[in-house]
């Protein structure tokens, strides 16, 4: 069932209580919300999403957002995300709770898929060929991604590049996207109503909005890509816009770089990166402002 | 746990086909169970060789695969470490003598299948001792505490020396030079478990010899915890006694070794968990033996029932009543077992001061 669907009383006792399924893209998680604005959050950011109720699916990852402790519900509230196994997660206030959970659902995929060859990095897909731009937080992927994931592009992940490496296809697992601070209004004047989330200041980022997955990303989540080509993204506002083609081996370097799991899978991923990497094209782009990099990414993907 | 409520892991490790029957529900509290136990590997393995797997819903499938791929992952890094210890010690003339995981993994046993092994425990010779540390310290090995206490606790209290870590790969070695520590009740001295070693093929690599590698984790397992969160233990035993005991005569050379060690006491306990929990098959003549160490009635009725309700992992939303309270009375019993109740006392205040002083 869709999120936006369930009658709210009842999402709010699945949550509150034994849990909620979501069901997006290769994962399942069982997700407890403490607080009832979370809730309404996470109603809001997810609502065009599948979930379920415990029991019908079987769950990969759970993720228990909550008050530290118990007098931290009502004092200064503040959050927390518990995932069954240590995690560096620092106490956000309970109004920052939104972007607990995201950490929290961002932790498990980090930190426990080796099914799948993980990357940090944002993707795409057009036409079939699915674009993966690597690059750590910060780079400036993310309000690309948006921009791109706004203007007839389908969301992949703004996260996580999910590869399975048994036959090179890109998975996809449309989460919502943080935008940061100049983002926000950026991509709000191309998105349509309704399509970013609340915003949330004094983060430890500055403010923070997301974009929420968009519909019908969400409607083919379960619809891999072939992998068109790797874009490594570098925003430079001084500098002119440039395109240049990567060898093989800053390609192979990059993604190694890039990847959470590459050193622990060795050999199969090791293969796979190197096949990819001897088939598909690998560009460095250097852009000064969003629409400029938006075109060169056209381009690029035209000349595939 | 209650007679007739079983765990649903401990079920599938010891029946791994339950698996190709089981409901969504089901199947996500025994996928997080396992990995909270740490035992998602061997399960992968287990269903892959009992010839379920092809059968398990695609969900589950892909979970076993990611937790296959973690353990090959640790593995292939402690092969590579026991290859860099034996590139320092050999040639030096120490003898590396391998415990736990990475001997499991080297001798090749089955236990080692899907088995998570973070460091490497080592065992060198009494007299080679500080000619190994010196050596590794000076080939990129740094130890890892550096509190003065800690390190004379270690040195002077304990079975290993302290924790060294290699500078670049980040794994740890545990230098022991006897398995429990000295302090300890039972006595089992490193070099004594040495006279029976048995190359690896490497040179200058060794394991224990079978029973020894039996006895070692059985009382590790009953000796030196709580056996809170310690089936990952008990699924070695099981899968050690069953693949050394599907040859008859090790039955014998085991039990005549843990008399000879003195300690039939916690084999006693392994061998009864074991069964309980995992069915191992054990001659009767091996019990009856076994039995001959069982302790007086009020220990026995209570450890029947704390044992196995601190083995049997349970989910965080619901943890059973017993099982906290089995594993506190077991944590007491471990620290009792391990040293002199006045050693005891002075140990636990000064942890207990230092938690107290924000400077730490």
Known sequence: ?304 | MRKGEQNILIRALREPAVMSGLDAGQWSGLLRLARLAALSGRLDWLARQSGVFDQLPARVRSQFTSARNFALGDQRQIRWEVRCLREVLAPRGIRITLLKGAAYLLAGCQTAHGRLCSDVDILVAGDDLARAEAELVAHGWEALKTDAYDDHYYRTWMHELPPLRHRERGMIVDIHHTILPPTSRYVLGGDVLLSRARPLGEDGLMALSEEDMAVHVIVHMMADGDLVGRLRELVDVDALLREFGARAEFWPRFMARAGELGVIRPVYYALRLSRQLLATPVPEAVLRGADQARPAWPVRVLMDRLAPAALTPQLPDKPGRLAGLAGLLLYIRAHWLRMPPLMLARHLARKALRRLSPAS
Request: glycine fraction near 8%.
């Open chain 1, 1 to 304: 069932m869709r999120i936006r669907d369930i009658p709210r009383a009842d999402l709010d006792r699945y949550l509150s209580t034994g849990g909620l399924d979501l069901c997006l893209g290769p994962f399942v998680m069982r997700l407890k919300l403490a607080y009832g604005a979370l809730r309404e959050a996470f109603a809001d950011v997810y609502g065009a999403c599948l979930a379920a109720p415990p029991g019908e699916e079987i769950t990969d990852f759970h993720v228990r957002i909550d008050a530290p402790s118990r007098w931290r519900h009502w004092f200064r509230p503040q959050a927390i995300a518990d995932i069954d196994s240590p995690a560096p997660f620092v106490p956000l206030p309970a109004r920052l709770a939104p972007l607990m959970l995201e950490q929290g659902m961002n932790w498990c995929v980090a930190t426990r898929v080796f099914n799948l060859l993980t990357f940090h990095a944002s993707v795409v897909e057009r036409g079939g060929k699915a674009i993966l731009f690597p690059g750590r937080s910060g780079a400036g992927k993310s309000t690309l991604c948006a921009g791109l994931a706004v203007n007839g592009w389908r969301l992949f992940c703004d996260e996580f590049g999910l590869l399975d490496m048994e036959n090179g296809e890109v998975r996809a697992y449309p989460r919502p996207i943080s935008l940061k601070n100049r983002s926000i209004g950026l991509i709000r004047a191309m998105a349509p109503a309704g399509a970013i989330s609340a915003s949330y200041p004094d983060t430890p980022k500055g403010t923070i909005a997301f974009l929420k997955p968009p519909e019908q990303s969400v409607a083919r989540d379960q619809e891999p890509a072939e992998l068109g080509a790797f874009i490594v993204p570098v925003f430079d506002p001084g500098e002119p816009a440039a395109i240049s083609r990567l060898s093989k081996t800053e390609a192979l370097g990059y993604m190694t770089l890039y990847s959470m799991n590459y050193d622990r899978l060795g050999a199969p991923a090791f293969t796979c990166l190197t096949d990819l990497v001897e088939r598909r094209p690998a560009f460095a782009l250097r852009y000064p402002d969003l629409e400029v990099a938006m075109a060169q990414v056209d381009d690029i993907h035209r000349s595939l």
